[in-house]
C-alpha cells in the first residue's frame, strides 16, 4: 500500500512540476514576444518619422568645433528596448572605426560631404541603410515564425519582415533569426542575426 501512495504522490509531483513548467513556457513565450514586437515598433516607428537621432548615431560639432558621434539616446533606447550588454557593446565597437576617420577631419571637410559616398569613404555611412532590418529598405511590420526554447533562460525566435500593399501583406522571402537570453524576469536581445 506504502509503495502505490509513494508512485500516486511521485505522480501527482511530477505532473505539478509540468503543469508548473508549462505555465511558465506560456509566460516566456508571451514576453518574447512583446520583447521583440515592442522592439520593431519602435524601429519601425522612428524610422519612418526621421527620428534619427533615436535610432542610429548621430554626427555632432562639439564646442571645439570637432566632428565627432553621439550615441547617447540611441544606447538608451537599445537598453530600453531590452538590448543584452553584450549586444550593446559590440554595437558601439562597430563605430570605432568612423569615430576614428572623424578625429582626422576638420569641421570644414565634414561639412563639404555631398554624397553618401563620402560617409562611406571614411566607414561613418550607417544612414544609408536600416541596421537592424539589414537593408535600405524600410517594412511594415514582422511576424515570428520559428520559437525555440533552447534552455530554460536561452530562446531562438526567427521572424519574417513584411510591407503592405493596401490590404494585403506581402511578406520578405527571408527569415531573420534572433537570440534572447532570460535575465530575472526579462527577456534581453543578445543577437540579432543581422
Not at 35 to 51: L, Q
Not at 61 to 75: A, C, H, P
Not at 149 to 156: A, D, E, M, V
Request: glycine share 4%; aromatic share 12%; with cysteine.
Amino acid at each position: 500500500m506504502r509503495k502505490i501512495n509513494g508512485v500516486i504522490l511521485s505522480c501527482l509531483l511530477l505532473l505539478s512540476c509540468l503543469s508548473i513548467h508549462g505555465q511558465e513556457a506560456k509566460s516566456d513565450t508571451a514576453l518574447v514576444t512583446k520583447t521583440i514586437n515592442n522592439f520593431f515598433e519602435w524601429y519601425i516607428h522612428s524610422s519612418r518619422c526621421e527620428e534619427n537621432e533615436e535610432n542610429r548615431p548621430i554626427f555632432v560639432i562639439d564646442s571645439n568645433e570637432v566632428v565627432r558621434l553621439d550615441l547617447t539616446k540611441y544606447l538608451t533606447n537599445l537598453r530600453k528596448y531590452h538590448f543584452a550588454e553584450e549586444l550593446i557593446s559590440l554595437e558601439i565597437e562597430s563605430y570605432k572605426s568612423c569615430e576614428e576617420n572623424l578625429k582626422k577631419l576638420t569641421k570644414e571637410e565634414f561639412l563639404s560631404f555631398e554624397d553618401i559616398f563620402a560617409y562611406e569613404e571614411i566607414d561613418c555611412g550607417f544612414d544609408n541603410n536600416y541596421k537592424w532590418i539589414g537593408g535600405q529598405e524600410m517594412i511594415d511590420g514582422i511576424r515570428i515564425s520559428k520559437f525555440d526554447f533552447l534552455s530554460r533562460n536561452k530562446c531562438r525566435i526567427e521572424v519574417e519582415y513584411y510591407s503592405i500593399n493596401g490590404e494585403e501583406k506581402s511578406f520578405w522571402k527571408n527569415n531573420t533569426p534572433i537570440i534572447l537570453r532570460k535575465n530575472k524576469n526579462n527577456w534581453e536581445i543578445l543577437d540579432m542575426g543581422i
